[in-house]
């Protein structure tokens, strides 16, 4: 059973940048695919990026890409989001997650094994 905890959310402006981090522990983290998903109000949960178990795939969704970065450090067991050029349409609770599959391209919400409890995002404009 793995435990993730997020955190570094918060509240900046448009424009501006955050680190979101997410600690994980109970498994063998290099083992393990992880993603970001995001949750606006009203809105379905949506995938943000994802990284697989050493590092050397990273996929993005197109409304991030060029702005957001996912990295992992398999020492320290926790993955990173580092989000640039912050728009108020990033508002949400954003989520990581991990999966035992070795491919981790085009992994929908359901095929991630285990989640964090989330951490707000909120951009102003």
């Known amino acids: 059973q793995v435990q993730l905890v997020e955190s570094g959310g918060g509240l900046v402006q448009a424009g501006g940048s955050l680190r979101l981090s997410c600690a994980a522990s109970g498994g063998t983290f290099r083992y393990y695919g992880m993603g970001w998903f995001r949750q606006a109000p009203g809105k379905e949960r949506e995938f943000v990026a994802a990284i697989s178990w050493c590092g050397g795939s990273t996929y993005y969704a197109d409304s991030v890409k060029g702005r957001f970065t996912i990295s992992r450090d398999n020492v320290k067991n926790t993955v990173y989001l580092q989000m640039n050029s912050l728009k108020p349409e990033d508002t949400a609770v954003y989520y990581c997650?991990?999966?035992?599959?070795?491919?981790?391209?085009?992994?929908?919400?359901?095929?991630?094994?285990?989640w964090g409890q989330g951490t707000q995002v909120t951009v102003s404009s």
């Open positions: 997650a991990a999966t035992k599959r070795i491919s981790i391209a085009s992994l929908t919400a359901t095929e991630y094994d285990y």
